[in-house]
T-cell receptor, first 113, second 116 residues
Framework: SQTIHQWPATLVQPVGSPLSLECTVE??????LYWYRQAAGRGLQLLFY??????ISSEVPQNLSASRPQDRQFILSSKKLLLSDSGFYLC????????????FGSGTRLTVV | AQTVTQSQPEMSVQEAETVTLSCTYD???????LFWYKQPPSRQMILVIR??????QNATENRFSVNFQKAAKSFSLKISDSQLGDTAMYFC?????????????FGTGTRLTIIP
């Protein structure tokens, strides 16, 4: 069966520090992968998506970047965190075209102090 | 661009009662999918129900059902015999059919509280 792993679960980082959040998927190949952010009390906003290794599309210009070094690995990064980067970050992959829908990871709560 | 609107920020209902959450959306697409996701306090996003726009029949999943009105661009969620475990944030979401780029557009959510 397919599973998605996301870590760390919680992170507190000072302003100006780097960031690396990792997401991996098991049990499937060539998944479409997504990074979403949920600010406090708000809905989810798409940040990046990837349809293959090295292929990254950005939805919102900001302080973050994403990379896909392997087929089932998706990484969200920042060189210097801002206070506004605080939020809940969710990785997701799409199950398929026949019965489309996302499977989400368990999320990372990031607090920038 | 698509937009999804959830006009009820918060709702509460007594256990065992029925509750309906509203969602409207705006799109020029004819083929798409609509979803309701549940986010309990653990913050894990859980798919509740899915509706294909080309299907006239409303989707149902046990106690959860939708009222899909394509012409009105309305997609409400009905929870019957509500249970304490239904307490969560509920998000309505839209997906345009676009193979290779299945972006979801979310509403701002409705916080549902089931009262014992």
């Amino acid at each position: 069966s397919q599973t998605i792993h996301q870590w760390p679960a919680t992170l507190v980082q000072p302003v100006g520090s780097p960031l690396s959040l990792e997401c991996t998927v098991e049990g499937t190949s060539n998944p479409n992968l997504y990074w979403y952010r949920q600010a406090a009390g708000r809905g989810l906003q798409l940040l990046f998506y990837s349809v293959g290794i090295g292929q990254i599309s950005s939805e919102v210009p900001q302080n973050l970047s994403a990379s896909r070094p392997q087929d089932r690995q998706f990484i969200l990064s920042s060189k210097k965190l801002l206070l506004s980067d605080s939020g809940f970050y969710l990785c997701a992959w799409v199950e398929g075209f026949v019965t489309p829908g996302y499977t989400f990871g368990s999320g990372t709560r990031l607090t920038v102090v | 661009a698509q937009t999804v609107t959830q006009s009820q920020p918060e709702m509460s209902v007594q256990e065992a009662e029925t509750v309906t959450l509203s969602c409207t959306y705006d799109t020029s697409e004819n083929n798409y999918y609509l979803f309701w996701y549940k986010q309990p306090p653990s913050r894990q996003m859980i798919l509740v129900i899915r509706q294909e726009a080309y299907k006239q029949q409303n989707a149902t999943e046990n106690r959860f059902s939708v009222n899909f009105q394509k012409a009105a661009k309305s997609f409400s969620l009905k929870i019957s015999d509500s249970q304490l475990g239904d307490t969560a944030m509920y998000f309505c979401a839209f997906m345009k059919i676009n193979f290779g780029n299945e972006k979801l557009t979310f509403g701002t959510g409705t916080r549902l509280t089931i009262i014992p």
